[in-house]
Every structure is written in C-alpha cells, then in structure tokens.
C-alpha cells in the first residue's frame, strides 16, 4: 500500500477552515496540504501562505494537484463542488450537513458512492478517545433510553453566525452532532417526532431500532454562561454520559489519520462515518423539519 502523505486539496478559507482544517491537513503525517481555494481569492491565498501551500485561481487545478479534496464551506455551496470533487475521483471529507435540504444531500452522495471514491464526514466528537469510550460503554448498558442537550449561542454573533445558520437554525447545524450520537449508542434511528422552532428550542424524539426511545434538544438562541452539550444513556445495566467539557483535543488529527487511511485503501475497522452515513442522518432531520414546518 502506498504509504506516502496523501495530498489533500482545502475548499474554503473561512473562520473553521483556518482554525481547523488547514492546520490539521498540513500538521500530517499522514496527510499534505496540496493547496486552498475560495470563492474570495485574497482569504485562499492568505490562508495558503501561512500554511505554505499554493493557493489556487480555478477549482479544477485544485482537483489535478490533489488526490482528496476537503470541504469547509456553507451546505449548498458543498453540495455542488463535493459532487463535482467526486466525480473528478477525488475522496472527500465532507462538512455537516451534506447540503442544505436533502435533494442536494442525495445528489451528492450518489456521486460519491456512484464514483467509489472514499468519504468521510466531520462528525468531530465521534472521532474523539472519549466519544468512543462512551459509545463502548452504552453498547454494554442494554439501553433502553437517553437525552442529547447541545444549547449555543451562535445567533447572537460571532465567527460562526454565517448566513445558512442564521437562516436554517440549530436543527442542521447542532442536530447532526446529537443525532448520530444518540443513533450511535442506542440503535439506528427509525422514527422521529419534532415540535419547536430552528431558531429558538427544537426537541426531538427519536424512536431506535429495538425499541429504545431518546430526546434531543437543540438550540442556537441561548446567551451568557451556557453549560457544555452533553448526551446521556439509559440502560438496564447502568448509565453513562459524555460531555463535551470533557473531550480532548484528539478530534480532527484522528479525523485527518483515518480520512488518509481509506484514501490508501485500508480496511474498515471502526464506524462508517462515510457520506452514506451523513445522508442517513440528514434524513431524519430532513423529517424533522418537515414536521416542525408543516
């Protein structure tokens, strides 16, 4: 198997691009920082230069100096270059949510699975030491039940209040993190049920495969002191918790590893985090939208 860096291309150049994907793509070692593009030329470039790597005028001599591409730009935005990414036979790391409505997400994952190239998605937290310790630990409870809780304060301002999320609210931006957790340690999801409003308090109930059944609730609307998101298990051995306040900064360098390793065409050895899995759970939120429009 191939084992040099796997040359990886960067979308986007915006505020979690430079924090996050930029340094962890050029940190390696398993991975290279081929080059940025951006719809803003002067933020590619700065972004680039500090990381010593190209910058590039046109997206597609990004895809011919990379094998990889990965995506840190607004959800309809992603939709649109991630399928042309993939039909160019480039592995992508996609951003939450896949797209901003589910037509766009099931475009694009039927051309990531339609090309056969690898996918990963950044759900961050399930990347972490301590996610997987706790969805170990709720596997072994026979869970009957949990709760998800991820309360931020994005609306009201700051490097994250980008125009999708003040318009579609904490039901595609916070509701994946919740929901693939909770799907994670209490079975596939089957069913859900939604009442609030995306930019003020959702809840959800979800209804497992085997019969467990949880709640979630998101909100984006909250202000001062906010405590940490957290989801809990029931189980008929026990309970656990994960809080965020908890987790270490191992995410996105896990990510990245694991990310180049399908790339190299290792085997599967832990969760299919992949683009199928992120159509998956936009699904249900697309159901839960539904509901809360309707």
């Known amino acids: 198997m191939n084992d040099s860096p796997v040359a990886v291309g960067l979308v986007g150049a915006g505020p979690w691009a430079g924090m996050v994907h930029a340094p962890a ?5 398993g991975t290279r ?7 803003r030329p002067e933020a590619s470039a700065e972004l680039a230069a500090r990381h010593g790597a190209p910058s590039f005028a046109r997206i597609e001599e990004l895809f011919d100096a990379c094998e990889a591409v990965a995506f840190s730009v607004p959800p309809d935005v992603q939709a649109e270059l991630a399928a042309r990414a993939a039909r160019a036979g480039k592995a992508v790391l996609l951003e939450k949510p896949l797209a901003m409505d589910l037509a766009g997400a099931r475009r694009l994952a039927d051309a990531v699975a339609g090309s056969g190239v690898a996918s990963r998605m950044v759900f961050t937290l399930r990347y ?21 809780s991820f309360v931020s304060s994005t609306l009201g301002g700051g490097p994250f209040a ?61 202000a001062g002191d906010l405590p940490p998101a957290h989801v809990e298990v029931y189980g008929r051995r026990g309970h656990a918790r994960l809080d965020w306040s908890e987790l270490g900064d191992d995410a996105f360098a896990t990510m990245v590893a694991e990310f180049a390793a399908a790339v190299r065409g290792a085997p599967e050895d832990g969760p299919r985090l992949d683009a199928a899995h992120g159509l998956r759970v936009q699904e249900i939120l697309a159901a839960a939208e539904t509901q809360l429009t309707s």
């Open 33 to 39: 920082l081929a080059g940025v593009w951006a719809r």
């Open 128 to 148: 972490t030491a301590a996610a997987r310790a706790f969805l170990a630990r709720a596997r072994d409870l026979d869970p009957f039940g949990g709760y998800g």
């Open 162 to 222: 980008t125009p999708w999320r003040l318009e579609k609210g904490a039901l595609l931006d916070l509701g994946p993190h919740i929901v693939d957790l909770l799907d994670a340690a209490l079975g596939r999801v089957a069913g859900v049920r939604a009442h609030g409003d995306p930019l003020g308090w959702v809840g959800l109930t979800l209804e497992h495969e085997g019969g467990a059944v949880s709640q979630a609730s998101v909100s984006m609307a909250g």
């Open 25 to 29: 793509l050029a940190a390696g070692p």
